[in-house]
């Protein structure tokens, strides 16, 4: 299978999923998506394969969707918002329907859909320098794919998702985004460590009890929040603003760190 922006290795029982933009920060772009739903289609049929890390290439896991461009040319429309966030969700379903366990290996940012991503995975491991965080709401958006109610309580769902902030892996442990916190060296150690604790699993025993959790999450409403938070997701990338339409314009004429910079000092002291 040829790869533009994945790297794919399989090791006996173990298949290892490197996010591979490192000159974007792994920015998921709709290329990468595509590739992703064609790999975990690959990886579902291959029955040696018992556990999959998804890890990040370079300086980090990765710093969320690609929005570059954004400002430039013809706002897409309701549709296109929906047929996008369509494609989005559609590749993390791929791992929570999945036979196979994921553990998802964070360092530094892990932001926006990418939080998702390691959310979705069923074990999240965290290097000590790992940043989380679902920002896009600063920036007239939301989470297309709102697995975080179901991860965290309430209070903390919206401290998080109504203000866009950032926390630290410590932060991240306490408050259960993340199973434990690790040495920035030791990361892909630990992840291994603990895929080859999950591949001693019988698969029966490791694919039904898995579809036996998310099931109950889906009894109690799981899909259809997805659903309705990716229709939330179309509706506000839809509606306007004028910080919208600000922040659209320095981006388009001056690059996104200068529109985040305007942001900032919009709203500074």
Same mark, same amino acid.
């Given at each position: 299978?040829?790869?533009?922006?994945?790297?794919?290795?399989?090791?006996?029982?173990l298949?290892?999923?490197?996010l591979?933009?490192?000159?974007?920060?792994?920015?998921l772009?709709?290329e990468?998506?595509l590739?992703?739903q064609?790999?975990l289609?690959?990886?579902?049929?291959?029955?040696?394969i018992?556990?999959?890390?998804?890890n990040?290439?370079?300086?980090?896991?990765?710093?969320?969707?690609?929005?570059?461009?954004?400002?430039?040319?013809?706002?897409?429309?309701?549709?296109?918002?929906?047929?996008?966030?369509?494609?989005?969700?559609?590749?993390w379903f791929r791992?929570?329907?999945?036979?196979?366990p994921?553990i998802?290996a964070?360092?530094s940012?892990?932001?926006?859909?990418?939080?998702?991503?390691?959310?979705?995975?069923?074990?999240?491991?965290?290097?000590?320098?790992?940043?989380?965080?679902?920002?896009?709401?600063?920036?007239?958006?939301?989470?297309?794919?709102?697995?975080?109610?179901?991860?965290?309580?309430?209070? &903390?769902?919206?401290?998080?998702l109504?203000?866009?902030?950032?926390?630290?892996?410590?932060?991240?442990?306490?408050?259960?985004?993340?199973?434990?916190?690790v040495?920035?060296?030791?990361?892909?150690?630990?992840?291994?460590?603990f895929?080859? &604790?999950?591949?001693?699993?019988?698969?029966?025993?490791?694919?039904?009890?898995?579809?036996?959790?998310n099931?109950?999450?889906?009894?109690r409403?799981?899909?259809?929040?997805?659903?309705?938070?990716?229709?939330?997701?179309?509706?506000?990338?839809?509606?306007?603003?004028?910080?919208?339409?600000d922040?659209?314009?320095?981006?388009?004429?001056?690059?996104?760190?200068?529109?985040?910079?305007?942001?900032?000092a919009?709203f500074?002291?």
């Amino acid at each position: 299978m040829e790869l533009n922006t994945l790297k794919l290795v399989k090791e006996d029982w173990l298949a290892t999923l490197t996010l591979n933009r490192p000159e974007k920060m792994n920015a998921l772009s709709e290329e990468l998506q595509l590739e992703m739903q064609k790999v975990l289609d690959d990886l579902e049929e291959d029955m040696d394969i018992r556990v999959v890390i998804i890890n990040g290439e370079g300086r980090c896991f990765s710093a969320g969707f690609d929005i570059t461009g954004t400002g430039s040319g013809e706002a897409p429309d309701v549709q296109q918002w929906r047929a996008g966030v369509k494609r989005e969700n559609a590749t993390w379903f791929r791992i929570w329907r999945s036979r196979l366990p994921f553990i998802a290996a964070v360092h530094s940012h892990c932001l926006g859909g990418a939080c998702e991503l390691s959310m979705v995975c069923d074990i999240t491991i965290a290097a000590d320098d790992a940043q989380f965080g679902e920002p896009e709401i600063q920036f007239q958006s939301a989470p297309p794919f709102p697995i975080m109610p179901w991860v965290l309580g309430m209070k &903390k769902t919206k401290e998080l998702l109504l203000t866009g902030d950032r926390i630290n892996a410590e932060e991240a442990e306490r408050i259960g985004l993340v199973n434990r916190v690790v040495p920035r060296d030791r990361l892909m150690d630990e992840a291994r460590a603990f895929a080859r &604790k999950m591949a001693m699993i019988p698969p029966p025993a490791m694919h039904l009890n898995k579809t036996g959790i998310n099931r109950g999450y889906d009894i109690r409403g799981f899909q259809s929040t997805i659903d309705y938070g990716a229709e939330i997701f179309a509706m506000i990338l839809s509606s306007d603003s004028q910080e919208k339409r600000d922040f659209e314009k320095i981006a388009a004429e001056k690059g996104l760190r200068e529109a985040f910079k305007w942001r900032d000092a919009k709203f500074a002291g």
